[in-house]
């Protein structure tokens, strides 16, 4: 097998986490998710003879998805245009699962980008701390707070939304720990089939 048939043959069993990834460092835009997506399959690409040794390749393409998403933003400083002057504390449809998409991207959009990304790669791709640090190029010191501040915005954010089943609601903790959000709304944002 030459190294582009291996290469072809990775991307292609790899690319829809790489999108799946990428679509939630953007708070769900799918065109600039898409852009990171082919920077770092780009430089994957480029890079791949020196990677022959590499045991997990899964490992340096997420931190490079995660150094094209930082370029990217970087380069454009884009912001997602809302036409509304707040954002609904509650989902405005039927609950379902295309609303907690909608939610949860809006939550993260609120984030920085590093918080952003520190968050999707310990609890989206359940990477620890030490391997966080290491694909974000950071301390592990910087991810733990990166993370508990990211965890409490959210918290705030999506509380609400989340106890709206639950009736009367306790007010949320000054500082609220990681199971403060359930872990099944950040894993599974998209509804069946379309990014999952």
Not at 123 to 149: E, I, M, N, P, W
Not at 165 to 181: C, I, M
Request: include cysteine; proline fraction near 8%.
């Amino acid at each position: 097998m030459t190294p582009d048939d291996d290469f072809r043959a990775w991307a292609a069993q790899h690319r829809p986490l790489l999108v799946r990834t990428a679509t939630l460092l953007t708070a769900g835009d799918p065109h600039t998710a898409e852009d990171v997506v082919q920077t770092a399959l780009t430089r994957l690409y480029l890079a791949w003879p020196r990677l022959r040794g590499v045991e997990n390749r899964t490992a340096y393409a997420r931190r490079v998805l995660v150094n094209a998403f930082t370029d990217e933003m970087r380069s454009t400083r884009r912001q997602r245009e809302d036409l509304r002057s707040e954002l609904p504390d509650r989902a405005t449809g039927d609950g379902g699962a295309d609303d907690d998409a909608r939610l949860l991207f809006a939550a993260l959009g609120e984030l920085p980008e590093r918080m952003r990304a520190a968050v999707v790669l310990r609890y989206f791709h359940d990477l620890s701390v030490a391997c966080t640090a290491r694909a974000l190029r950071c301390t592990q010191g910087t991810v733990k707070s990166q993370t508990a501040r990211a965890l409490e915005k959210l918290a705030r954010r999506l509380g609400p939304v989340l106890r709206a089943d639950d009736g009367a609601a306790p007010p949320p903790a000054a500082h609220p720990q990681p199971d403060t959000l359930p872990t099944p709304l950040i894993r599974t944002p998209h509804p069946a089939g379309s990014l999952r």
